[in-house]
T-cell receptor, first 116, second 114 residues
Framework: AQKITQTQPGMFVQEKEAVTLDCTYD???????LFWYKQPSSGEMIFLIY??????QNATEGRYSLNFQKARKSANLVISASQLGDSAMYFCAMRERGEGTYKYIFGTGTRLKVLA | GAGVSQTPSNKVTEKGKYVELRCDPISGHTALYWYRQSLGQGPEFLIY????????DSGLPNDRFFAVRPEGSVSTLKIQRTERGDSAVYLC????????????FGQGTRLTVV
């Protein structure tokens, strides 16, 4: 079974609008972390935001916020006031504490295109 | 250095040859990861080091792939008898060992096997 599922291969958003990128995850570990990364065409992986499984509040970092719905096992990324520079691939990732390994597991990504 | 450094940035090799890819993590980061990313895909886990030891090598596709981290800092990913299917971007990342921290990625090594 997929640990991280991103069902939107591609998304378009108008500049200055908000956009939500979907991510669902699967784990039986009560302790885990959820991450979003941005990968522009240059190829670098840029960390955006983190949400811990025990965090009571949704994480926010500037224009990025994470809509964490634990019961639904979803961790959607919301980008507000989209900018042209936001056009990139976006990856959701999870890190579980169990099984003695802390590897990050990534989804297949969503390609976001911001339109002028 | 300030970030994760990977060398070379590009490597072209002939099928059947041996290659080494190097990763220099952020100073003080005990956890180091290797991932492989094919075009249009997410990073695929290969191996994870905690200090000098490989804590999880479950992602290595076969015994042609091997990685070391002898002094708990720099790591080398070694691929023997390269095949065209090994062509991909190989990403290295490092993090503090605590689970509540993000991984920092290098720029990757683009490996092309011809």
């Amino acid at each position: 079974a997929q640990k991280i599922t991103q069902t939107q291969p591609g998304m378009f958003v108008q500049e200055k609008e908000a956009v939500t990128l979907d991510c669902t995850y699967d784990t039986s570990d009560p302790s885990y972390g959820l991450f979003w990364y941005k990968q522009p065409s240059s190829g670098e992986m840029i960390f955006l935001i983190y949400q811990g499984s025990y965090d009571q509040q949704n994480a926010t970092e500037g224009r990025y916020s994470l809509n964490f719905q634990k019961a639904r096992k979803s961790a959607n990324l919301v980008i507000s006031a989209s900018q042209l520079g936001d056009s990139a691939m976006y990856f959701c990732a999870m890190r579980e504490r169990g099984e003695g390994t802390y590897k990050y597991i990534f989804g297949t990504g969503t390609r976001l295109k911001v339109l002028a | 250095g300030a970030g994760v450094s990977q060398t070379p940035s590009n490597k072209v090799t002939e099928k059947g040859k041996y290659v080494e890819l190097r990763c220099d993590p952020i100073s003080g980061h005990t956890a180091l990861y290797w991932y492989r990313q094919s075009l249009g895909q997410g990073p695929e886990f290969l191996i994870y080091f905690q200090g000098t030891g490989a804590a999880d090598d479950s992602g290595l596709p076969n015994d042609r792939f091997f990685a070391v981290r002898p002094e708990g800092s720099v790591s080398t990913l070694k691929i023997q008898r390269t095949e065209r299917g090994d062509s991909a971007v190989y990403l290295c990342a490092s993090s503090l060992s605590d689970s509540n921290t993000e991984a920092f990625f290098g720029q990757g090594t683009r490996l092309t096997v011809v």
